[in-house]
């Protein structure tokens, strides 16, 4: 690549909208991509040389860079999916870079770390421990402190002591790699039919080049087995591999499945990684050390230089989406990035989103599909329970029926899962003596009950308080009652029903990661009996002795007046009742609902999903709705109310006029207030071929500028109408 000029544009990693001109000073030699420090506004800042300047300044004028970094420049194809990013969200481009580059310590050189090695000096005093030591050394492999100090169980005095006796001396060396380099052929599998075509199919894709298949396989019928053949592929061709994860809580069993099949962990990527863990990762990712990482969504910004596979497990799971900050949706990006850099892209999931379904169905996508469960064993025998006629008894919420399966299932010695997608105790505490709900001061919310800790908690911005033992309205003493069930008021009166079976709650709020793991891992050995979780529980588990599912509100998803609804009811539903009947025994799931003959209930329950996607598929393309519409949201937000509901009004007179565009608004969102800001919404919506990404670009630069603390957000493709 040859060196720019002596004036270059570089990118900073802020939210600006332009890049800036710099001199490169004399010597100093950049090119495009090339990661620098320069100054901007009295500090240093990161940034990425994007090439020439389009506008020449007075060089006297410019400032120099101030460092380049000594790493390879960030990848061709890694500034174009930034930019495309940028243009398509209506991000800053240099918010979009700075999910790249995101730390100093990651571009400089990786400090030496001490090491000891035996000199074949003996002590003059010999001791067991000391004797440990030198065995250890004996191999003539220099050994870090801590790991001697593991390897032989001794103290670091004894170490220290050997040192001064000179039997072991000190150097400094190059730290081990983070990860080993995976070996695609450490442990393959012995896939059955289906699986050997499902991956026969995905090979199929361009040969080196930009191609994407959609993994579509019911619950439990070895997609995981299909989608690692495939990165097996891509190491053997030298490439690198990206697998992403909705959820950080899938991650330890996920990288223990890895680890098998490849012999040893991947790089990993998320948010439980310490700062030095993810330096030595991103750079180690930069320069090509790590050949595949397994990671949440932001791993879909690091800087691969060689990258042959993205796959997306769960490709259908909200968590991909980004909702502060750049609003990007990890499955679309990740197909935009594979395009750019000639990689393929594995889209899996038991229940796909209805737009990767579409893009199948239009040819645009492979479709590959497990129609069976791996050996051989059968899908869950789903039934309603319809809540108008067998209803719980009054103050519960399990039905009778579910509770005489629970008891049989119990009494074969198999496990049962309750789910509830609602995390605490109760959605809401009031007072019989006044009336008062107990709402959150900053949010247009009520806080939930969170019994086990004693607590009422706003589930949107974490403000919380004691529970109080009085109304803070009245007085009145003992008056405070719970509405509604979470899942520890299932717990509850599971406890009471069911007093012999040993019971876990499961939900986001109850633990660290490391401990969810753990609960996890119990389940899987059987010290568990009954299972009550939300959807942390639906996905990506393997609980062998799990017989019986039991969901308590199927119709909860329902009532959000969301377009989206229906389809994540029937992705949830599903993916919690494949949790049964995994192995050789057979599984049962019970729907509790107060709407049987919905379509979702109804495909459900007959195992029809092919009508699920028809009848969904049918009333979007109604509508107007992705994937045969697109969708743009602004909210409007300001301390105050009628400042944002003004200048939504303002916004959308200023609206110009489109052909085939609608625009709703504006309007108070459902949740009108968050963390002490009033929010006020607007809607576009355009046909699919329509640039409304464009539209909203140039409605802003034309339209008024916001003043004070009002905000305006911008949502492309929207999957929240919150």
Aim: aromatic share 6%.
């Amino acid at each position: 690549m040859e060196p720019l000029p002596d004036i270059v544009a570089v990118m900073v990693c802020v939210a600006v909208d332009v890049p800036y001109s710099y001199r490169v000073p004399h010597g100093m030699q950049v090119v495009r991509g090339s990661i620098v420090a320069v100054p901007l506004i009295g500090r240093t800042t990161l940034g990425v040389v994007m090439g020439v300047p389009k506008d020449n300044y007075a060089h006297n004028r410019l400032k120099d860079i101030e460092q380049v970094f000594d790493v390879p420049p960030v990848s061709e194809e890694l500034l174009r999916t930034v930019e495309w990013v940028s243009r398509y969200t209506l991000a800053p481009p240099g918010l979009v870079l700075r999910s790249v580059v995101r730390s100093k310590e990651a571009l400089e050189p990786e400090r030496p770390i001490t090491a000891f090695r035996a000199t074949g000096v003996i002590p003059p005093k010999m001791t067991a421990a000391r004797q440990r030591v030198l065995d250890l050394l004996a191999d003539g492999e220099d050994w870090a402190k801590a790991a001697l100090v593991g390897a032989s169980g001794v103290s670091a005095s004894v170490i220290d002591g050997l040192e001064r006796a000179g039997s072991v001396s000190r150097i400094s060396v190059a730290p081990p790699p983070i990860v080993q380099p995976p070996d695609p052929d450490a442990a393959p599998p012995v896939l059955n039919a289906a699986q050997a075509e499902a991956l026969e199919a995905i090979r199929a894709l361009p040969d080196g080049g930009f191609g994407v298949a959609l993994l579509d396989g019911v619950t439990g019928s070895g997609k995981t087995e299909v989608f690692f053949e495939a990165v097996a592929d891509t190491l053997r061709a030298g490439r690198q591999a990206l697998i992403l994860l909705p959820e950080i809580a899938l991650t330890h069993t996920f990288l223990e499945r890895f680890t098998r099949r490849f012999g040893t962990r991947p790089g990993e990527w998320h948010s439980d990684m310490t700062p030095v863990q993810r330096s030595r990762t991103w750079r180690a990712v930069m320069d090509g050390t790590v050949r595949a990482v397994v990671g949440a969504r932001s791993a879909l910004f690091l800087p691969f230089h060689e990258l042959g596979l993205i796959v997306l497990d769960e490709e259908h799971d909200g968590a991909y989406k980004q909702s502060e900050g750049v609003n990007y949706h990890a499955r679309d990006m990740a197909v935009v990035r594979a395009k750019f850099a000639d990689a393929r892209v594995i889209l899996s999931s038991a229940t796909p989103s209805v737009e990767s379904r579409n893009n199948a169905n239009l040819g645009r996508y492979a479709h590959v599909v497990l129609h069976a469960r791996f050996a051989e064993a059968a899908m869950p025998d789903i039934s309603p329970v319809d809540m108008r006629e067998e209803p719980p008894e009054k103050g519960t919420w399990i039905a009778p029926r579910l509770a005489r399966e629970i008891f049989a299932t119990l009494d074969r010695g198999e496990q049962a899962l309750l789910f509830l997608n609602r995390r605490g105790y109760a959605p809401l505490t009031l007072c019989r003596a006044c009336g008062h709900q107990y709402q959150c001061p900053d949010c247009s919310a009520w806080l939930v009950e969170h019994r086990f800790r004693g607590v009422l908690m706003c589930h949107h911005c974490g403000h919380e308080v004691r529970t109080p033992q009085a109304c803070t309205e009245c007085g009145a003493v003992d008056s405070l009652v719970p509405v509604g069930p979470g899942i520890e008021r299932v717990a509850e009166e599971a406890a009471a029903r069911f007093p012999d079976a040993r019971t876990v709650v499961l939900s986001s709020d109850m633990g660290s990661h490391d401990q969810l793991r753990e609960r996890f891992q119990e389940i899987e050995q059987g010290a568990y009996d009954l299972v009550i979780g939300t959807q942390l529980v639906t996905k990506g588990h393997h609980f062998e002795k799990l017989t019986l599912v039991g969901v308590l509100d199927a119709d909860l998803g329902l009532d959000k007046g969301d377009p989206r609804a229906a389809e994540r009811t029937f992705q949830i539903l599903t993916q919690v009742t494949g949790r049964a009947g995994r192995a050789n025994r057979a599984g049962k799931a019970l729907l509790q609902t107060y709407h049987p003959t919905h379509p979702v209930m109804t495909a459900m329950v007959k195992g029809d999903r092919e009508a699920f996607y028809a009848h969904e598929m049918a009333a979007r393309e109604a509508g107007g709705l992705p994937p045969f519409g697109r969708l743009a949201a602004l909210i409007v937000s300001a301390n105050e109310h009628e400042p944002a509901f003004t200048h939504a009004k303002q916004l959308l007179s200023a609206a110009p006029m489109a052909e085939g565009l609608k625009l709703f608004g504006p309007a108070d969102a459902p949740i009108a207030m968050v963390r002490g800001r009033h929010r006020v919404r607007l809607l576009a919506q355009s046909g699919k071929d329509f640039d409304l990404s464009g539209y909203v670009r140039f409605w802003l630069e034309n339209g008024p500028k916001p003043t004070g603390n009002i905000r305006v957000q911008v949502d492309v493709d929207p999957q929240s109408f919150m």
